[in-house]
């Protein structure tokens, strides 16, 4: 992942999270881990970060590569 101040930091668990609600949605990604399913993950990350973040909020745009 490429952080601000362009330091490069390799991911250990397979997900990163960047923005406002980076820690919220790596909280939900962390415990969603049991679940198959990566755009339910996703999904999931992206109400929790919307949830407790104030910068954070619908509508919400995912891109699958």
Do not use: K
């Amino acid at each position: 992942t490429l952080q601000g101040d362009f330091a490069i930091f390799r991911v250990q668990s397979g997900y990163a999270a960047i923005g406002a609600g980076a820690n919220y949605a790596l909280g939900s990604l962390f415990s969603s881990e049991h679940l198959t399913d990566p755009v339910e993950r996703v999904r999931l990350a992206l109400m929790a970060a919307g949830q407790f973040s104030p910068s954070v909020c619908a509508p919400y745009w995912a891109v699958e590569v």
